[in-house]
């Protein structure tokens, strides 16, 4: 008897368990690279898949160069990478900006100081400066609020000010809106954040004298931001479905996806 | 017809055993699967790192470009943090017990004892969500500091925490003290309080050391109110500085280490180190408790 129950069990968790396999007959386009991206990849694919009825998109978070690597060997059809190509990248892919990530400095809604030098910064970064009185503010400790390792934002960040693995931080936290949460709850604090996660509870400065805006993001005259790269093969053609939902990513109607997904449309 | 019935009423009856059995089991290969699935996560990257730089190394960059993968700063905060609640909750928390067990009116018991239930059923995102944004900026005015998620935060914030379960084993451990005992104690010329004190707090000795280790397992383990008061920075411990655990170690990091990375086994590594720790507590408390059943 007590067998025959455990069969029992063991067939209901089997049939409970059991998941339609996915349709190899679906269309499939497989891109790879940035772990940046996965964000913007996984609004792109969802999108896609809605409106052309279940066609997937896969993305694998590999890394930019892996991006490049695959784009070029032909193992994923669209490469994916946040930062822009090196010169001996250039002869085996082709790049398309897709999008510009915007990183806004916030501080406190109280904090006097409207503006910061990218040296500035930089020095604030690497906890050289820890009074805003040395930035023109009050008398007020400075604490740098930014991101946990690993965090694409933080590499965005960190790059942009020179400062790779040479930042001090206050607070490391894992989302940009726990950054933008600690800021607004401390007068002295100044951290990071992707452009369209601001709000009215912080304020962004002006880095060298450049707000950060979509307008500024997109002439790049704002210069803490990276871009969003596709890559494709040079000299190769892009399958039928890879070329459809390039096409599709890259249309000016899908510009509220990249909000979505806080960064800046590059095109349209 | 006699054998018929007793085949009606086992069958039943034998079922049902096999389904009581079943859930026992399912605890258990929870359990050794578990275990089964750190030390083998774990491991690769003990092995890769070294244990004593794994140990006793002093940093951790696991995403920098040449990096490092020391867990002492985790380790260190860990006992530092523990260690800290306990000096602020266990004391607290056992006079509480002994007010609910011997002083207290019943009702004002019953009062207390449903604040105590309430403070034990709060989720602990919410314990963080409070420290994070009454605690953490009355610290940072306080002791001028640039910011005041700190260890001192996660201290005080654990402190509140372990108190729950430090109050209801206290509890329970000082009303098992016999009623002879205290009654000789006040018959001799004692004070109430100085039989309490004296006389039933020693004879509860091993059931408050059980709410300790209870509590430290509680403090060790939590994650999520730490990971919104503490900072997360990878410093070695000081009470105004921000730190990480061992737990938001492996949390914050979790969500962007790539599978199969170095960086995401030492994750797997900090877990079963975390793991033997709790471990290790719950085999002290299972001694502990042993040692009460005898008294």
């Known amino acids: 008897m007590k067998g025959v129950c455990v069969a029992a069990m063991l067939l209901c968790l089997t049939a409970c368990g059991t998941r339609p396999e996915a349709d190899e007959q679906t269309a499939r386009v497989m891109t ?157 604090a100044v951290g990071y954040a992707s452009l369209p996660s601001l709000n009215e509870e912080v304020r962004g400065v002006a880095v060298d004298g450049v707000d950060c805006t979509e307008e500024t993001v997109r002439s790049g005259a704002y210069p803490i931001q990276r871009p969003f790269l596709f890559l494709t093969p040079r000299g190769g053609e892009m399958g039928e479905e890879a070329a459809a939902f390039f096409e599709y990513a890259t249309s000016g109607e899908q510009k509220g996806l990249y909000t979505l997904a806080g960064v800046v449309a590059a095109f349209g | 017809m006699e054998g018929k019935r007793d085949w009606r009423r086992e069958l039943p009856e034998r079922g049902m055993h096999g389904i009581f059995l079943a859930c026992g089991l399912a605890a258990v290969v929870f359990v050794v699967g578990i275990t089964l699935y750190l030390v083998l996560a774990g491991l690769p990257a003990v092995l890769e790192i070294g244990l004593w730089d794994f140990l006793a190394g002093a940093r951790w960059a696991s995403t920098a470009r040449e990096p490092s993968y020391g867990i002492l700063p985790f380790l260190l905060t860990s006992v530092y943090g523990t260690l800290g609640a306990l000096v602020l909750g266990l004391p607290v928390g056992v006079l509480t017990a002994l007010c609910l067990s011997k002083m207290a009116a019943p009702r004002v018991a019953a009062g207390v004892r449903t604040a105590v239930e309430l403070l034990a059923g709060i989720p602990s995102v919410v314990y963080g969500l409070v420290g994070m944004t009454l605690l953490v900026p009355v610290l940072r005015e306080w002791f001028d500091l640039p910011s005041g998620a700190t260890l001192l935060a996660a201290i005080l914030v654990l402190a509140v925490m372990i108190l729950p379960s430090v109050i209801s084993v206290s509890t329970t451990a000082l009303r098992g003290v016999p009623a002879e005992y205290e009654a000789a104690s006040l018959a001799l010329g004692a004070t109430e309080t100085e039989t309490w004190l004296r006389v039933s707090l020693p004879a509860a000795g091993s059931g408050i050391a059980a709410a300790v280790v209870l509590g430290v397992g509680r403090a060790m383990g939590e994650a999520m109110a730490i990971m919104m008061v503490a900072g997360n920075v990878a410093n070695l411990p000081g009470l105004f500085k921000s730190v990480r655990f061992l737990t938001t170690a492996i949390a914050s990091e979790m969500a962007y280490a790539p599978v199969g990375s170095l960086q995401r086994n030492a994750l797997y590594s900090i877990a079963l180190v975390l793991f033997l720790f709790i471990l290790l507590i719950d085999l002290l408390l299972h001694v502990l408790l042993k040692g009460k059943r005898r008294l």
């Open chain 1, 32 to 188: 790879g690279g940035s772990t940046s991206m996965e964000l913007l990849m996984n609004v792109l694919a969802e999108s896609y898949a809605r409106d052309t009825g279940g066609a997937v998109v896969t993305y694998e978070p590999t890394g930019s160069g892996a991006g490049v690597d695959g784009a070029a060997s032909g193992t994923v059809d669209i490469g994916l990478s946040s930062r822009y190509l090196k010169e001996e990248e250039k002869g085996r892919v082709v790049e398309t900006v897709v999008a510009l990530d915007g990183l806004a400095i916030i501080v406190h809604g109280e904090n006097p100081v409207t503006g910061l030098t990218l040296e500035e910064l930089t020095a604030v970064a690497r906890g050289e400066i820890t009074c805003w009185s040395e930035l023109g503010g009050p008398e007020e400790a400075l604490a740098f609020i930014g991101r946990e390792g690993g965090s694409g934002t933080r590499t965005a960040f960190e790059e942009a000010v020179d400062s790779v693995d040479r930042c001090f931080y206050h607070q490391e936290l894992t989302s940009t809106g726990a950054v933008v949460a600690a800021v607004a709850s401390n007068p002295g």
